[in-house]
């Protein structure tokens, strides 16, 4: 039995949850169904499930929910990684300052000149999203993107999120993935292949 674990992505990002339905709550309404008929077994880390709830109303559905995803965070505390990982995300996140560096160095030079800048406003919203993407983007920068990388490496189980970075961080370490475009599809045959044969 497969075992799949749940970023909050799955259900807070509309590429995804648009495939079940329009509103991410019903979204996640037809997604239980399908999981709780699939021969499989669904994980989220606590601090991920803390995030959604945070994030959607939950209290329709927060006790279907519980009893098809079981919440569980990973044994941080026994759980062995690969050395190189960090390795790779230490010089990653180097790599990153350095660059966030450049882009605040870049803006402060646009702002001194005089006339140069007729919105302020402006011109920090662009240094906040060009950092924002610059430092974030492709990586795994969040507690609950750990946890679920972590669940998964320590259950052996399939990624479910539409965080590039924290898919692409999960590759590293050999944990299997699915893209999140094809959950639907890889429910409903889950589904289908877990009714028993005439």
């Known amino acids: 039995m497969e075992r799949f674990i749940l970023d909050t992505s799955v259900f807070t990002n509309p590429d995804t949850f648009n495939q079940f339905a329009r509103d991410a709550v019903e979204a996640t309404r037809i997604f239980l169904q399908l999981a709780r008929r699939a021969d499989a077994e669904f994980f ?16 329709s559905l927060g006790g279907d929910f519980e009893s098809v995803v079981k919440i569980r965070s990973p044994r941080r505390y026994s759980l062995t990684i690969p050395s190189e990982f960090l390795y790779e995300l230490i010089h990653e996140v180097r790599h990153r300052i350095d660059r966030g560096l450049r882009i605040a160095e870049e803006h402060a030079r646009m702002a001194a000149q005089p006339g140069t800048v007729a919105d302020q406003g402006a011109l920090i919203t662009r240094l906040r999203e060009r950092y924002r993407e610059t430092l974030r983007r492709g990586i795994v920068d969040s507690r609950e993107d750990i946890d679920v990388l972590l669940l998964a490496y320590e259950l052996d189980g399939v990624l479910l999120s539409a965080d590039e970075g924290l898919r692409k961080w999960a590759d590293k370490v050999g944990v299997k993935i699915i893209l999140p475009q094809h959950l639907r599809r890889v429910l409903e045959n889950l589904t289908s292949c877990s009714r028993p044969q005439k």
């Open 44 to 59: 989220i880390p606590g601090s991920v499930y803390e995030e959604f709830r945070l994030m959607k109303d939950l209290a």
